[in-house]
């Protein structure tokens, strides 16, 4: 099993930014749909970006538009999920989950079954 490594979480103050990463182990790199997720307490988890390994495309929650980018640097194996205008909502664990997927199409962040997690990183934003 695919073994995920996030770190960059924190904590911060409502407006300010984090970036996180994500490093996918490089045999597995190439052809992979990745996507962060996030968990607040007592809610449901969700996710909030999706990208594909080695492709342009990106696609994110409603909740996030404007204020999240993901991006990768696939010299380093590495998918990022920076993050803007941090507002306390966005508060919760993170995780970066991945599997593997034949066509950039059908990456997205609805209707895919992600094999592989990684063990989450703490993003806490006060007010």
């Known amino acids: 099993q695919v073994q995920l490594v996030e770190s960059g979480g924190g904590s911060v103050q409502a407006g300010g930014s984090l970036r996180l990463s994500c490093v996918v182990p490089g045999y597995t790199y190439s052809r992979r749909c990745l996507a962060w997720f996030r968990q607040a307490p007592g809610k449901e988890r969700e996710g909030v970006a999706v990208?594909?390994?080695?492709?342009?495309?990106?696609y994110y929650a409603d909740s996030v538009k404007g204020r999240l980018t993901i991006s990768q640097d696939s010299a380093k194996n590495t998918v990022y999920l920076q993050m803007n205008s941090l507002e306390p909502e966005d508060t919760g664990m993170y995780y970066c989950a991945d599997r593997p997927l034949a066509y950039e199409s059908l990456c997205r962040i609805e209707g895919l079954d992600f094999s592989n997690w990684g063990q989450g990183t703490q993003v806490t934003v006060s007010s």
């Open positions: 990208i594909y390994t080695g492709g342009s495309s990106r």
